[in-house]
């Protein structure tokens, strides 16, 4: 076939098709796929860290690149084996996972940038339960409230890998009002202990700390906090009656006063420092009383001073509250 077109028109035409049969298609683009972006580690302890390679694939028609990676903590770290995948290339990510000090349900996500315009941010997630090596539960006894002489026991249990066997050597306190034993023998990964508490007369916050002497090379002392509220033959609340200086607008406080070792009391005066104060006494059925104070002014004369509120308690005939004068805070 003759060519009926000038030369140098065909020849450009000719130039014109190679190159488009040359030039990359406008419409290729990568293609990023995670074969499975979620992996379960199951139970693990948290004495160690899980490592886990992710898999990914460049299904598209051009290069695959991958601009940054980043966790949504930092206990997790990913590392890509390439930030370039051609087309039809797979690629890996080693995800590294740290569980040491972490307890209970894990779960961490791995974020993928990459120029994938449909999937500009692919994430991979790690989950699953970090457990101790040695768990105490509870980690602390609290008794509640106990009434002075009262004794309150409470159970905790050790339990440690069934591969680990260990022996408990011996259980100390730092007061004679807790005592504790075992209840299992060893060598064994599990322990049963009792801890008693014989409340003290000193009525208030009590706070002590048994220890545990085991044979286990890592936990070689188990501090185990005991705490309880000693009640009297009754208790009240507030301890100290508080107000801010300068305040120039009177105020009303309450106090109350709840059965303790005895059930069943009368409440028979309550005495303010001041003639000023108002006093009103409240029954409660079965709760106690409750003490209105109403028109307090804050003065150098009540600072120090106590509220007196008499009983037919033996121990107890008379409470008092102090008041206390709080210099106001810029």
Known sequence: ????????????????AVGAALA????????????????DFGEQHNNQSIEHTFVLRNEGTSTLQITNIRSSCGCT??????????????????????????QGPQRSVLTLEANDPSNPRAQMTMGGV?????????????HGQIHTGQKSVRQIEIIGLEEHPFEIKDIESDTEWVSARALDSGPSHYYRIDIETRAPQEV???QNMV????????????????????????????????LLAGQETPVTRYVVVRPGAVQEF?????????DDIRVQIL???????????????????LAGSNLRIHTNVEGMDVINIPFQIIEATR
């Open 204 to 206: 208030g916050v009590f």
């Open 283 to 301: 029954n409660m059925p079965n709760q106690g009383y409750r003490i209105q104070l109403t028109n307090l002014l804050p003065s150098e004369k």
């Open 77 to 102: 770290v990913g590392h890509v084996s390439s930030h370039n995948l051609l087309p039809g290339e797979s690629g890996k990510i080693s995800a590294n996972y740290n569980l040491r000090g972490r």
């Open 211 to 242: 220890r545990i002497h085991t044979t286990h090379p890592k936990f070689p002392v188990i501090e185990v906090p005991v705490n309880a509220q000693i009640a009297g033959a009754l208790s009240y609340a507030p301890s100290t009656i508080s």
């Open 266 to 274: 009368e409440i028979t005066e309550v005495v303010p420092p001041e």
């Open 24 to 39: 990359p298609s406008v419409n290729a683009t990568p293609r990023l796929v995670i074969d499975e972006p979620h992996f």
């Open 130 to 142: 970090a457990v101790q090596e040695l768990q105490v539960r509870p980690n602390r006894v609290f």
């Open 1 to 16: 076939m003759k060519c009926f077109i000038p030369f140098p028109a065909c020849a450009l035409s000719v130039i014109f």
